[in-house]
């Protein structure tokens, strides 16, 4: 496959963290901006080789794939300026918003395919990169960004959106933790790495001995006089996972209300 001209509709955060991992991972095909956001658009040519086109149309006729990241409530404008020709793909961040009602505006001759990958991708090794429906092509060259999660149907790509969600939370939870540590004498950087070291191992773990049960990890760690039980029973008992389920429910109401 030869590589795509990628025209990015959107040059914000998502954008730009997406161009980062892409470039970072070896894609070397050109990459147009939409000047719409002109200052954000030049800071992304000038850091990651992207051209900002002289306008949206000469990027819609020279783009084999077009990539559409503005935000949810900035669709209703963009989608009727989205002219594409049959043989064109569009790549679709925007969250919630289904295949169906991007083809509804653009044309059900056009192939969509959604992605979504989060605030990391750039700066980790084979952060996922959930899409749907597969393709092979897509795939290729958005595995250089991270690691390809392909999922059979839309509902279930809609819930790898909710779990997308995850990520912003948990940037939380750990400032959360780390003030604790530095309250009671670590330095920032010892308290981002007591915090953040300890959940980015047990997750990479978690990825990586997939087969294994991780309520068998922890009752293995927690036993009896440790001090990971002593601390894992308030928890237990405080029911500290709820808020987290209650949060997934409410994303995932919030998602069903809008297809
Ligand atoms: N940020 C994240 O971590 C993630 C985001 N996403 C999805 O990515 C999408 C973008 O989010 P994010 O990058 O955070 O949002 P931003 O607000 O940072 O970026 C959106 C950009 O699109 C621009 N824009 C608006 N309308 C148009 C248009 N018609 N033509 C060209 N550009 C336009 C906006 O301009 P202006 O500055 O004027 O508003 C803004 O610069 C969202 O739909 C979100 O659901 C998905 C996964 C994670
Ligand atoms: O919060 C959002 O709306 C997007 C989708 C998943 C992560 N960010």
Redesign the pocket.
């Known amino acids: 496959m030869n590589l795509p001209t990628i025209g990015f ?9 997406l161009i980062a991992a892409l470039r970072r991972g070896g894609f070397g095909g050109r990459i147009l901006l ?1 000047p ?2 002109r200052v ?1 658009a030049e800071r992304l040519a000038a850091t990651h080789g992207c051209i900002v086109a002289e306008d ?1 149309a000469r990027m819609f006729a020279e783009a084999d794939w077009i990539l559409l ?4 409530e ?2 209703a ?2 989608l009727p ?1 989205l002219t594409l020709r049959p043989e064109q793909v569009l790549i679709s ?5 289904t295949i169906a009602e991007l083809q509804a505006a653009i044309g059900k001759d056009i192939s969509v395919v959604r992605i ?4 990391y991708i750039d700066t980790i090794d084979r952060g996922l990169v959930p899409i749907y429906p597969a393709s092979d092509d897509v795939a290729v060259v958005l595995g250089t960004a991270g690691r390809i999660v392909t999922f059979e149907t839309e509902d279930q790509f809609e819930l790898a ?1 909710v779990g ?1 969600c995850l ?2 939370w948990i940037y939380s939870f750990i400032a959360t933790l780390e003030s604790w540590f530095l309250e009671r004498g670590l330095t920032s950087a010892q308290a981002r790495l007591v915090v953040a070291g300890n959940i980015a191992g047990a997750a990479g773990y978690a990825l990586a001995r997939e087969e294994v049960s991780l309520d068998i990890v922890s009752d293995g760690i927690a036993t009896e006089g440790t001090f990971t039980k002593l601390g894992l029973d308030h928890l237990a008992a405080r029911q500290a996972p709820l808020p987290w389920l209650e949060a997934l429910d409410i994303v995932f109401r919030r998602l069903n209300l809008l297809t």
Request: charged residues 10%; neutral net charge; glycine residues 12%.
């Open positions: 509709i959107g040059t914000g955060d998502f954008s730009a963290y939409s719409y956001s954000k949206d990241a503005v935000r949810p900035q669709l404008n963009t300026n961040a925007v969250a919630g918003a979504m990958p989060s605030s959106m997308a990520a912003g």
